[in-house]
Structures are given as structure tokens and as C-alpha cells.
């Protein structure tokens, strides 16, 4: 079964510094990994995905994450965060087959000050 | 596009009372999931559809809860009698096929409170 760590549950940011919210996965097969966002009174939303290939992905908005398999992390970075990035940020595995459930972690509150 | 559809979005009930949540996927999306999501925690999957078949509901409570999604559109998720442990949000997605690596699109949830 996959299991997934968020090692921070909160993480305050002044506006325009950079941030990374840490990720890290168990898993004993091949999996997908993805970052959803959930803005205030909002569903969540795909922010970003690993599937194959390049080890780094990136969002529209300006975030990106790593995948590193010999440490087993996914974590999502932002060199320059803005307000409007103040949210919770899950992050989630799936094994290759989809037979599995995508697996969350508990979720990471960003808060942008200005 | 219309995204996924919840209704209510905030419901307040007494312990022992049932209670049903609806959920309308985006049009076309075959695949339907309904997720538990408490104070402080990632969703958790209840059930996923594909079309009418529930083919996973391992982690449904089917002692109180139960699901269905008779035309393979719509689905509706019911609790009966509720417990003040299922305070929580409940947040219905879809996707266009079965699969890892498919998008899951989420609706805005509907947030229980059990009195």
C-alpha cells in the first residue's frame, strides 16, 4: 500500500520570497505522483503531475516539483510566491495500474503575508 | 465546461437522522468517486464508480452508509442513522476514463456537521 508525508502543516511566507513544501512517498510498485491545490471555499485542483520522463514538472503559475526516487520525494517549489498562492497543498500518489486509490497526505496550509 | 456539481453544500443534522449528498460529474466522465475529508486530513476514498459498477468500496462503512449511481451519470450518497463522527466534508470527483494517471476534478464538497 502507498502512504504519503507531508512533513509541514503549515507554512507562512512573506509575498514574493520562495517556498517548498515537502513531500515524500512509501510505495513497493511504480506510481504517479500529484499535487493538488484547494483555494479558500474551492475544490481541489490539479496543480501538477509526474507520470514518466523529465524527473521536473511544472504548473502554469509558476510552481514546479521534483520527482527523486532514490529519496523518495515529490517536493513543489515556487521561486517568487504571491498572495493569490495562499492555500492547502495535497499531495498524492497512485500506483501505475489505477487498481489502488489515489493516497493523499494531510495536506500543507500555505499563507502568503504581504 | 461545468465542473463537478455538489449539492447541499453545507448540511446540519441530528445524530441518528439520515442524510444524502448528491454529486452531478462533469459531462462525459465515466468514472465517479466520493472521498471523505476530516479537520486537518487528505480526502480518503469512500466508493469509485465506473459507469453504474462500484468497482472499489472497500472503505465504505456499509453498515450505515451506501451509494448509487443508477444511470451512470448522477450519483448519491446516503448516511443513515448519522453519527456526530461523520462530522466532516464529503467531496465527490470524476474522471474521463479508469486509470493512475488520470486528472481527478473535484466538486466543492458538502460539510456536515452531526449536533
Known amino acids: 500500500a502507498q502512504s504519503v508525508t507531508q512533513l509541514d502543516s503549515q507554512v507562512p511566507v512573506f509575498e514574493e520570497a520562495p517556498v517548498e513544501l515537502r513531500c515524500n512517498y512509501s510505495?513497493?510498485?511504480?506510481?504517479?505522483l500529484f499535487w493538488y491545490v484547494q483555494y479558500p471555499n474551492q475544490g481541489l485542483q490539479l496543480l501538477l503531475k509526474?507520470?514518466?520522463?523529465?524527473?521536473l514538472v511544472e504548473s502554469i503559475n509558476g510552481f514546479e516539483a521534483e520527482f527523486n526516487k532514490s529519496q523518495t520525494s515529490f517536493h513543489l517549489r515556487k521561486p517568487s510566491v504571491h498572495i493569490s498562492d495562499t492555500a492547502e497543498y495535497f499531495c498524492?500518489?497512485?500506483?501505475?495500474?489505477?487498481?489502488?486509490?489515489?493516497?493523499f497526505g494531510k495536506g500543507t496550509r500555505l499563507s502568503v503575508i504581504a | 465546461e461545468a465542473g463537478v456539481v455538489q449539492s447541499p453544500r453545507y448540511k446540519i443534522i441530528e445524530k441518528k437522522q439520515p442524510v444524502a449528498f448528491w454529486c452531478n460529474p462533469i459531462?462525459?466522465?465515466?468514472?465517479l468517486y466520493w472521498y471523505l475529508q476530516n479537520l486537518g486530513q487528505g480526502p480518503e476514498l469512500l466508493i469509485r464508480?465506473?459507469?453504474?459498477?462500484?468497482?472499489?468500496d472497500s472503505q465504505l462503512p456499509k453498515d450505515r452508509f451506501s451509494a448509487e449511481r443508477l444511470k451512470g451519470v448522477d450519483s448519491t450518497l446516503k448516511i443513515q442513522p448519522a453519527e456526530l463522527g461523520d462530522s466532516a466534508v464529503y467531496l465527490c470527483?470524476?474522471?474521463?476514463?479508469?486509470?493512475?494517471?488520470?486528472?481527478?476534478?473535484f466538486g466543492p464538497g458538502t460539510r456536515l456537521l452531526v449536533l
Open positions: 470527483a470524476s474522471s474521463p476514463i479508469a486509470g493512475g494517471q488520470e486528472t481527478q476534478y
Open positions: 510505495s513497493s510498485v511504480s506510481v504517479y
Open positions: 509526474y507520470l514518466s520522463g523529465s524527473t
Open positions: 498524492a500518489v497512485r500506483e501505475w495500474s489505477g487498481n489502488t486509490p489515489l493516497v
Open positions: 459531462s462525459g466522465h465515466n468514472t
Open positions: 464508480y465506473e459507469n453504474e459498477e462500484a468497482v472499489d
